[in-house]
């Protein structure tokens, strides 16, 4: 099963990203990190769609590529709306937003053995979330609330989005596409948001360009999982990047952690190990 493989590198890369992003982002805004990933998407991306012999398709793969960036860079700007802590724990649950839609959409089902491991993987990815449950008694609901769950909405149409469209033209074509949408976002950026473009020399903007480099390779190992395997699988197996963030969090950021996070991530390798059997 290539697209577990592919599945898992996606994981490990987003959990990298999650770490460059929470050093970088109390300084630099979400319209920087768009700007600077389109030079990383020129630089790690079209490079693999190019020796892929990647084609240029103008109907439908670039309108549909440029929607996924859309839906996919929206997400940066929900982190800003509301307690962070708040509104990415309600984005975590994308992979059941993306279960739903490819169940619809797609007509994938899952063995009651997968349903049980993407519970699991789910439970365990809000309970890492959450820093300290005795808290939770005081959050009110706000607009943090509703910004998540259409976070969570758009990233999980966006992964059924990349199932469709590389099911139709393959990854190599799909991730040309989809780098020529984000430059389209991104010059629309610079042109109508250009005041929110922060490129200071500090320790931050490495931080936010290494979080860019392993974004787009994560994007790599996605279109290639999603080639073969089923959203309702690949998402809830790449979602796990949570996971990689606590460790980072705590073996270098020196971050503390609660004790429901350490149960949060058993139950996501209990969740991964089942779904790798199916």
């Not at 609901?141 to 990233?155: P, Q, T």
């Amino acid at each position: 099963m290539a697209w577990l493989f592919f599945a898992f590198i996606t994981a490990i890369f987003w959990g990298l990203v999650l770490a460059c992003v929470k050093r970088s982002f109390s300084t630099f805004t979400p319209t920087t990190f768009v700007v600077v990933g389109s030079a990383t998407a020129l630089l790690i991306l079209l490079p693999f769609a190019l020796l892929g012999n990647a084609r240029i398709v103008f109907w439908p793969l670039l309108p549909g590529a440029l929607l996924v960036g859309a839906l996919f860079i929206f997400e940066f700007y929900v982190l800003e709306k509301g307690k962070l802590a708040l509104t990415g724990t309600v984005l975590n649950t994308y992979p059941f937003f993306a279960i739903v839609l490819a169940g619809v959409a797609l007509g994938e089902q899952l063995t009651i053995f997968a349903k049980f491991g993407v519970g699991l993987i789910l439970v365990g990815l809000m309970l890492i979330s959450v820093e300290r449950m005795k808290d939770l008694k005081n959050v009110r609901v706000g607009s943090w609330l509703l910004w998540g769950l259409v976070g969570a909405l758009a990233s999980g149409l966006g992964d059924v989005l990349i199932k469709i469209l590389v099911s139709d033209f393959g990854p190599y074509s799909y991730s040309l596409a989809f780098v020529i949408g984000w430059l389209i976002i991104a010059a629309l950026l610079i042109i109508f948001d250009r005041r929110h473009i922060q490129i200071k020399a500090t320790k931050d903007f490495l931080y936010l360009c290494l979080g860019a480099v392993f974004l787009f390779s994560g994007y790599i190992s996605l279109h290639l999982a999603l080639a073969g395997g089923p959203v309702s699988l690949v998402t809830p197996i790449t979602a796990t990047s949570a996971a990689v963030s606590l460790f980072l969090a705590l073996a270098w950021l020196k971050e503390k952690i609660f004790i429901q996070q350490l149960i949060g991530a058993f139950c996501i390798v209990a969740g991964v190990i089942m779904v790798s059997l199916v």
